[in-house]
Nanobody
Framework: VQLVESGGGLVQPGGSLRLSCAAS????????MSWARQVPGKGLEWVSH??????????YYADTVKGRFTISRDNAKNTVYLQMNSLKPEDTAIYYC??????????WGQGTRVAVSS
């Protein structure tokens, strides 16, 4: 299982970024995918989750990002996205993509840094 995040960067408050996570090594289309974030020195915060299309592609969001972030997936490209709008300084973190891929553990990407600052 390999997960590779991209799309992070520096953005001003109120701005937008789209994160991508390219997946390989497992059956992406039948796997639920998640995004989580971590501020260095602090705990991991789950951000969003999307089920497979077989489970209607249901999505969930943390209250802190609901209405501002949108998770989506493209099974043809084995990629999950996180569109982040109306970014706030408190969204600054390292963002990770994760999946269980039908196994008994969670697999993580290497993370992509997001900094929201003027």
């Amino acid at each position: 299982v390999q997960l590779v995040e991209s799309g992070g960067g520096l953005v001003q408050p109120g701005g937008s970024l789209r994160l991508s996570c390219a997946a390989s090594g497992f059956t992406f289309s039948t796997s639920a995918m998640s995004w989580a974030r971590q501020v260095p020195g602090k705990g991991l915060e789950w951000v969003s989750h999307i089920y497979s299309d077989g489970s209607d592609g249901t999505t969930y969001y943390a209250d802190t990002v609901k209405g501002r972030f949108t998770i989506s997936r493209d099974n043809a490209k084995n990629t999950v996205y996180l569109q982040m709008n109306s970014l706030k300084p408190e969204d600054t973190a390292i963002y990770y993509c994760a999946t269980q891929a039908g196994r008994d553990r969670i697999f993580w990407g290497q993370g992509t840094r997001v900094a929201v600052s003027s």
